[in-house]
């Protein structure tokens, strides 16, 4: 580990020491149990690092979403978690139907980081970007639309597991899905410019 990497786990040990006290004395499981993917999929990081996948961008942009998503379900503003903030009266058709919100923000975030990652993956694992530009974006794009899918069914599970959570209705699944898809693509030209050989 070098400088730098001690740097990026001295802020990811912080801000889940300080989120999952805050969570474990509000009883608030749906979020201990995303302290958990955290710390799971942190560990993964953490044993490949030494494979170069994960360079010090992508440690900060994945270290910067999972801050998000503490501050999202635990800070309230107004009565309001900062998931459920209105930004911008796009579209307002009642209940969850809403856009813009800062869920949906973070969400487009989220999955821009993870198509950079898996564009990164994907170099790292052998694939030239210099002869498949197209393939390798588009894979980029699928990919991190991939884990967005899953990151629905961990909070699918949340729901039908506990009493009380703030995953929302089906209106707000499918705006999830459609941030999801719009940062995956966003991320996965970005990743091509960042990383492309020539």
Not at 29 to 48: K, R
Request: charged share 10%.
């Amino acid at each position: 580990m070098n400088k730098s990497h001690f740097w990026i786990l001295i802020f990811n040990v912080v801000y889940l020491l300080i989120f999952g006290g805050y969570y474990l004395n509000a009883g608030n499981y749906e979020f201990m149990l995303y302290i958990g993917v955290i710390v799971i999929l942190g560990l993964f990081i953490a044993a490949n690092l030494h494979k170069g996948i994960f360079d010090n961008a992508i440690l900060w942009m994945l270290s910067i979403w999972g801050l998000l998503h503490m501050v999202g379900g635990g800070v309230r503003i107004g009565g309001n978690s900062v998931y459920s903030l209105h930004l911008i009266d796009i579209i307002d058709k009642g209940g969850q139907f809403y856009v813009l919100k800062m869920d949906q923000l973070i969400h487009f975030y989220g999955f821009f980081v993870c198509a950079v990652l898996v564009y990164k993956l994907l170099i790292a694992t052998g694939s030239d970007d210099s002869k498949s530009p197209k393939l390798m974006v588009f894979i980029a794009w699928l990919g991190s639309m991939g884990l967005g899918a899953l990151n629905e069914v961990v909070e699918f599970m949340a729901f039908i597991s506990l009493d009380k959570t703030g995953v929302g209705d089906l209106y707000n699944t499918g705006l999830d899905l459609i941030f999801n898809l719009l940062g995956a693509l966003v991320g996965a030209f970005v990743a091509r410019k960042l990383y492309q050989k020539n």
